[in-house]
């Protein structure tokens, strides 16, 4: 094993418990690494894939389902849709979002932004913050930066976001730059508002469009302003493939490499392993549960769709080498009666693979990293897995 190359410890001016960021393993030659981050409620070795759990819970699955199968390491949690219901006031008298959910490992909580964004015209834009109904039961709400971090405080997630505005694609560059200024400015207030303390990291978010200059001026805002970690928002919605490298291209070289790196709501397989080979650490999506529960189902070798015909009697599992529940006991002929049934199960089987899929191609992608072997990896994966119909 190569000797650690990067160690730094994030020390807390309040409390006791530190929150470090290693560096164990880099490519040579490239922005890829390995490392292990250390939060309140344990520690996640990196690259690492968060499977989304929106609404205190992975959809179809049970905790024990995500440590004992998927070996999920942290999940995720959103600020949006848990003070809508069941309110974080109730969760925090409850234990807060691990207790409450029968989590033990570390949680990360997305601040609303993105949520909010997505509401359309059922929300306005003001100066603190986003004034919204709610698409529930159509109530109005605020929320900007001090309300996401009090909420986020009393949800008690290990990992803080920021509460930021999605850049629209496509956006003039004017738009983008007003945007990405106004996230800015909240990005300030987010870390006034939830100071350095030993319990919960805060990550900043890298916004401005597809413009490659403003992403690089809101970077060095957000490192300036010494959050715990550095996210990158505002990529996978609309854009051109090509384009989202292009913005991640434009940021590698400039990332603070003691803190960890995270990508948010990217992507397909393929995204994830371009995303490492940018120095990306952290990623989360909801395409794998979602597509799971459409009957979508991820390989090395690209998608199946298990609702196609020929797979009426085809006895193989969906990936011959995976180690998922799924795979080891059904084969595709049954998960595709399954899906066309409209069984519960279905929803349940096909969620364990494809979330075991996305972690254990990320345990794969720290292995290649540690043995010196990454670009050879890379290499394969991504020509496999665009160049091969199942």
Request: glycine share 8%.
């Amino acid at each position: 094993m190569m000797d650690i190359i990067a160690n730094t410890l994030i020390v807390c001016a309040m409390g006791t418990l530190p929150l470090t960021f290693e560096i164990l393993h880099q490519d040579p030659n490239g922005f890829a690494r390995s490392g292990r981050l250390s939060l309140a409620h344990g520690t996640i070795e990196t690259p690492i894939f968060m499977p989304v759990g929106t609404q205190a819970t992975v959809k179809s699955l049970t905790p024990t389902d995500l440590t004992d199968d998927i070996e999920a390491q942290i999940i995720l949690g959103n600020t949006y849709h848990l003070m809508l219901r069941p309110g974080a006031d109730i969760i925090e008298k409850l234990g807060g979002l691990h207790q409450f959910m029968g989590w033990e490992r570390p949680i990360l909580t997305d601040s609303g932004g993105f949520q909010v964004w997505s509401l359309g015209d059922l929300r306005k834009i003001e100066a603190n913050g986003v004034r919204f109904r709610s698409h529930i039961d159509g109530s109005e709400w605020f929320l900007g930066p001090k309300e996401s971090m009090e909420i986020q405080r009393k949800l008690g997630s290990d990992i803080v976001m920021a509460f930021d505005e999605c850049t629209p694609y496509p956006a003039t560059y004017s738009e983008a730059r007003s945007s990405m200024e106004m996230s800015m400015r909240w990005a300030e207030e987010c870390r006034t508002a939830l100071p350095h303390n030993g319990t919960q990291a805060l990550f900043g978010i890298v916004q401005g469009g597809m413009y490659p200059d403003l992403r690089r001026e809101s970077l060095h805002a957000i490192q300036a302003m010494d959050f715990e970690g550095i996210a990158i928002g505002g990529l996978s919605v609309g854009e051109p493939k090509d384009e989202m490298l292009a913005m991640l291209d434009a940021l590698a070289p400039h990332l603070d490499k003691n803190k960890p790196h995270y990508v948010m709501g990217v992507g397909t397989p393929a995204d994830l392993i371009e995303g490492v080979d940018r120095g990306i650490d952290m990623f989360d999506c909801v395409m794998p549960s979602r597509n799971a529960r459409n009957g979508t189902l991820f390989t090395d070798h690209g998608k199946i769709n298990i609702k196609n015909a020929k797979y009426m009697l085809d006895q193989t599992p969906i990936m011959e080498d995976c180690s998922c529940y799924t795979c080891k006991n059904f084969s595709r002929a049954y998960l595709r009666h399954l899906f066309i049934a409209k069984e519960l199960l279905s929803s349940r089987l096909n969620t364990l693979h494809n979330l075991h899929y996305y972690c254990d191609l990320m345990r794969r992608v720290r292995q290649a990293i540690h043995e010196q072997r990454w670009p050879q990896f890379r290499d394969h994966f991504l020509q496999q897995y665009r160049n091969t119909t199942i």
